[in-house]
């Protein structure tokens, strides 16, 4: 398969090296040329296979001309060490769970597809050592860290806003030690992308080292992120609840409900898509005006979704761009909600008291955008929960007066050591101890 770029000036690339370089050259995301569906009977039959069954029928659609069944098989069953259960949550509403990997948040799928992905190819060319830079707010940095731990070839550094990650997510990336160095930065969020963006520039430093990015911008994290929209799809079937599915879909730069259009675009078959936003709306300003106005994103309780400019836009904007209105055509497939942080907790609280369910405040943007879209009675709605609620216990005992077990994964976390590097702002410090490595 060949990979092109959403700039259209870079030359295609191989599936290797769209995963080794992350960003195409002329700063374009990668695009599969094509994408091949799935036929209808195979769709009809996934409800008699199992999770890892149905995540090879759709690896092997987007990476089968590149890599050898077997070893595709094996990647994906390293990969999918965990469930992703559909959960009733009230009447024709369910929770799609995909925080029982190890960093109990979904990004756990893409990142461990990923770090084997790139390891395979490592191992297979010989490559040298390749050099994961990742900014994060917290939940990137641990699904990265731990997915990538211990993977021959590759080293990461993670780089995060000192004091602004919460005490539980800092353990998940500064404990681990091995090929991963956590680099503390004093500034911003945004701050530690700038850091990120300017290593990517910075000719001496590419000479020095090859260095790639884990974000979803990356083809190998964001594609297999569809293996799930394809097992919940399956599970409703089972049940007889899969004619007119809704998916809402909790977002920040949109890898994941990128993933899911790929999905629909396979042929799966999803009624329509919501795209649930906190208060960094730019998404839905562009549903509304046809305008995209990239903003500094804005502080919320879901702070995974903190994104001013949703970098996987410019995949969605691609995938519509056969139309001749692709926004009319966008509008058809995709609606937008956003909710304030009073907002959040407010459902948080009467989806607890009303049903006992505990919703983490990402995924209950997700929730409550199925609530406001007033599914019809034969619809059934799915949300995304992104999150285990215990990510973010101190915000979540708060809202529901709750004191919530943090699950034993999350605690091993906590008992490791503390490693990390201080660094500041500045470019230049970043540099010298980059070229130092
Ligand atoms: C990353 C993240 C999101 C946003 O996902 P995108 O693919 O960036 O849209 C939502 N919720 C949680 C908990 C996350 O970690």
């Given at each position: 398969m060949k990979y092109y770029s959403t700039n259209k000036q870079a030359p295609f690339a191989s599936l290797e090296e769209a995963v080794v370089k992350g960003l195409a050259s002329d700063k374009g995301l990668f695009m599969p040329e094509s994408i091949q569906p799935i036929d209808k009977d195979v769709i009809t039959d996934l409800k008699n296979k199992t999770f890892h069954e149905i995540a090879c029928t759709v690896a092997q659609a987007f990476f089968g001309q590149d890599i050898e069944p077997d070893t595709l098989n094996e990647i994906v069953k390293d990969t999918l060490s965990f469930e992703t259960p559909v959960v009733n949550v009230r009447d024709n509403i369910y929770s799609l769970e995909l925080f029982h990997g190890p960093t109990l948040a979904f990004k756990d799928v893409g990142a461990r597809f990923m770090a084997r992905l790139?390891?395979?190819?490592?191992?297979?060319?010989?490559?040298?050592?390749?050099?994961?830079?990742?900014?994060?707010?917290?939940?990137?940095?641990?699904?990265?860290?731990?997915?990538?731990?211990?993977?021959?070839?590759?080293?990461?550094?993670?780089?995060?806003?000192?004091?602004?990650?919460?005490?539980?997510?800092?353990?998940?990336?500064?404990?681990?030690?091995?090929?991963?160095?956590?680099?503390?930065?004093?500034?911003?969020?945004?701050?530690?992308?700038?850091?990120?963006?300017?290593?990517?520039?910075?000719?001496?430093?590419?000479?020095?080292?090859?260095?790639?990015?884990?974000?979803?911008?990356?083809?190998?994290?964001?594609?297999?992120?569809?293996?799930?929209?394809?097992?919940?799809?399956?599970?409703?079937?089972?049940?007889?609840?899969?004619?007119?599915?809704?998916?809402?879909?909790?977002?920040?730069?949109?890898?994941?409900?990128?993933?899911?259009?790929?999905?629909?675009?396979?042929?799966?078959?999803?009624?329509?898509?919501?795209?649930?936003?906190?208060?960094?709306?730019?998404?839905?300003?562009?549903?509304?005006?046809?305008?995209?106005?990239?903003?500094?994103?804005?502080?919320?309780?879901?702070?995974?979704?903190?994104?001013?400019?949703?970098?996987?836009?410019?995949?969605?904007?691609?995938?519509?761009?056969?139309?001749?209105?692709?926004?009319?055509?966008?509008?058809?497939?995709?609606?937008?909600?956003?909710?304030?942080?009073e907002e959040i907790a407010a459902t948080m609280k009467q989806t607890y008291t009303e049903t006992g369910y505990i919703l983490d405040p990402h995924g209950a943007c997700g929730y409550q955008a199925l609530v406001n879209n007033h599914l019809t009675p034969n619809e059934t709605g799915v949300f995304l929960e992104t999150a285990h609620p215990a990510k973010f216990k101190g915000v979540v005992d708060q809202i529901l007066s709750t004191d919530i077990k943090i699950p034993a994964k999350l605690k091993a976390f906590m008992q490791g050591k503390k490693q990390s590097i201080e660094l500041s702002k500045d470019f230049e410090g970043f540099k010298q101890f980059l070229l130092q490595q």
């Open positions: 790139l390891g395979y190819f490592i191992q297979k060319e010989g490559l040298k050592q390749v050099n994961v830079l990742v900014a994060t707010s917290g939940d990137t940095g641990s699904a990265v860290a731990n997915g990538f731990l211990g993977v021959p070839g590759i080293h990461v550094y993670v780089l995060y806003p000192k004091g602004k990650v919460s005490p539980i997510q800092e353990c998940q990336f500064t404990t681990l030690g091995q090929n991963i160095t956590a680099l503390e930065i004093d500034g911003t969020f945004d701050d530690c992308q700038a850091l990120v963006k300017s290593a990517f520039m910075d000719e001496a430093l590419n000479q020095h080292m090859k260095l790639t990015s884990a974000n979803s911008i990356n083809v190998a994290r964001f594609l297999p992120q569809s293996f799930y929209y394809f097992n919940a799809y399956a599970q409703l079937d089972r049940i007889g609840e899969a004619d007119e599915l809704v998916v809402s879909v909790p977002s920040g730069n949109f890898g994941n409900i990128t993933a899911g259009i790929f999905a629909y675009w396979m042929g799966l078959p999803i009624k329509r898509f919501i795209a649930a936003n906190n208060r960094n709306d730019v998404f839905l300003e562009y549903l509304n005006t046809g305008v995209y106005t990239p903003r500094p994103s804005v502080s919320t309780l879901a702070n995974a979704m903190d994104v001013g400019n949703p970098s996987n836009f410019a995949r969605i904007l691609d995938l519509f761009g056969k139309y001749e209105d692709p926004h009319k055509e966008i509008c058809k497939r995709i609606s937008g909600y956003r909710f304030t942080d």
